[in-house]
């Protein structure tokens, strides 16, 4: 019985190796995909995510466009990690694939009404205005909601956007905050995680010998999103942020984390955003998610380079 999810991406590299990964897996059943605005502006986000429905041979996906700027603040982009194209890396064909004419919103409310209640998981890979919105909106879906698996904020890595906060909670706090305080089973994958999964040039080159334009593609955009963070760190690699995400939900035996409290930042502009992680249990304030912290990177690597390369 596969599991029914619904991305919600800003593509971005690392995004859309994340929605490969989800659509080569009979696990899961995507029943398509939000984009906001985040690593790019919307307009770019929802031709992106087109363009990857495409590589992976499935025109036939939903792709909705959502909200193009955060719930209370002006929008904060990534050009200078994803290029200009948020896809940099690589090239593919113009989308033929239509948008869907419905907002994104309307279609994660109508979507969670009409579906059993607790059959729909959902994965937010970037800011989290669309989700935040949707609850705002339309609070019964709360109870409705299986899941929420997220990739955003840091607590030992702190920030990769400002010192405090890692980019997908700095762009929207208002909405993370949100979600956060929504009672959600909440799984968060946050910088303390995804930067022990770093990618490899013998893992990148691997991908390069699947005789697979789907692998191919992902080398190229490897190639590029990975010069920033080795130039910043001075890792080896870049940390695939995303596809911790859907790898959490195919096979969460490769992640290790802690359920404990984490409140959102919204109020100072030096720490906003900030993921206020209660690691140690120093508070007595609910635990509200599972706060993954480490995985087992070659697991990882070796899962996403076996599913994309059957695409
Ligand atoms: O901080 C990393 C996150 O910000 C990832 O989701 C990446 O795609 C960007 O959206
Ligand atoms: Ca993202």
Not at 90 to 113: C, G, K, N, Y
Not at 230 to 239: D, L
């Amino acid at each position: 019985m596969s599991r029914n999810i619904i991305i919600d991406t800003d593509p971005g590299q690392d995004d859309a190796v994340a929605i490969l990964l989800a659509l080569a897996s009979p696990e899961l059943n995507v029943l398509g995909l939000t984009c906001v605005a985040g690593n790019v502006p919307l307009a770019r986000t929802s031709h992106n995510a087109r363009q990857v429905c495409e590589l992976a041979g499935r025109a036939d996906l939903p792709v909705y466009a959502g909200c193009d700027r955060p719930m209370g603040r002006g929008l904060v982009t990534a050009e200078h990690v994803h290029g200009d194209s948020g896809l940099d890396g690589a090239v593919l064909p113009e989308p033929q694939m239509p948008l869907q004419s419905q907002h994104a919103v309307d279609f994660i409310v109508e979507t969670l009404r009409q579906a059993p209640a607790k059959s729909i998981t959902l994965c937010s890979l970037g800011p989290l205005t669309n989700i935040g919105t949707a609850l705002q909106q339309a609070p019964d879906i709360a109870e409705r909601i299986a899941q929420i698996v997220l990739m955003g904020g840091a607590y030992f890595e702190v920030g990769n956007i400002t010192p405090a906060a890692e980019f997908n909670i700095f762009v929207d706090p208002e909405a993370a905050e949100i979600v956060f305080k929504s009672g959600i089973d909440l799984v968060v994958a946050p910088l303390d995680v995804t930067h022990k999964a770093l990618t490899r040039k013998a893992w990148i080159a691997d991908l390069r010998t699947q005789n697979s334009r789907a692998c191919d593609t992902v080398a190229g955009w490897t190639d590029f999103f990975e010069r920033f963070d080795t130039e910043k760190y001075g890792s080896e690699g870049a940390p695939l942020h995303d596809p911790c995400v859907i790898a959490y939900l195919i096979a969460p035996h490769l992640f290790t984390g802690r359920h404990i409290n984490v409140e959102i930042e919204t109020q100072s502009e030096l720490t906003r955003g900030m993921t206020v992680a209660d690691w140690w249990r120093v508070t007595d304030r609910p635990a509200n998610a599972l706060f993954l912290c480490d995985i087992n990177a070659v697991g990882f690597f070796n899962l996403i380079t076996q599913r994309v390369a059957r695409l």
